[in-house]
Nanobody, 124 residues
Framework: QVQLLESGGGLVQAGGSLRLSCAASGRTFSRYAMGWFRQAPGKEREFVAV????????NYANSVKGRFTISRDNAKNTVYLHMNSLKPEDTAVYYC?????????????????WGQGTQVTVSS
């Protein structure tokens, strides 16, 4: 009963920034860990970032540490991914996912719900 809707993707030049949003509806959002994953054509879906439902823990892929920041606003049922210093290799469809728990899992298999994805394209 959880629906996730990503937004905020688009075309940006290298070095630029984007903020992705994921709006959740249905079951209680505040008790879910929320993650961001991405998938480029011909590539496996990979972990990007996750934040616990309590907000006390986050985890990031090594490739985005120091550039991306995940946050959540439970009052708005929304999780964000702030992306700075974007690189062409960040180009992918970005997916929001929800995990029933407070553990910051980094693998696809642990997530129960997924959004439809939003395209991020970074030009050189």
């Amino acid at each position: 009963q959880v629906q996730l809707l990503e937004s905020g993707g688009g075309l940006v030049q290298a070095g630029g920034s984007l903020r992705l949003s994921c709006a959740a509806s249905g079951r209680t959002f505040s008790r879910y860990a929320m993650g961001w994953f991405r998938q480029a054509p011909g590539k496996e879906r990979e972990f990007v970032a996750v934040i616990s439902w309590s907000g006390g823990r986050t985890n990031y892929a090594n490739s985005v540490k120091g550039r991306f920041t995940i946050s959540r606003d439970n009052a708005k049922n929304t999780v964000y991914l702030h992306m700075n210093s974007l690189k062409p290799e960040d180009t992918a469809v970005y997916y929001c996912a929800a995990d029933r728990g407070n553990v910051v899992h980094t693998t696809v298999a642990w997530y129960d719900y997924w959004g439809q994805g939003t395209q991020v394209t970074v030009s050189s």
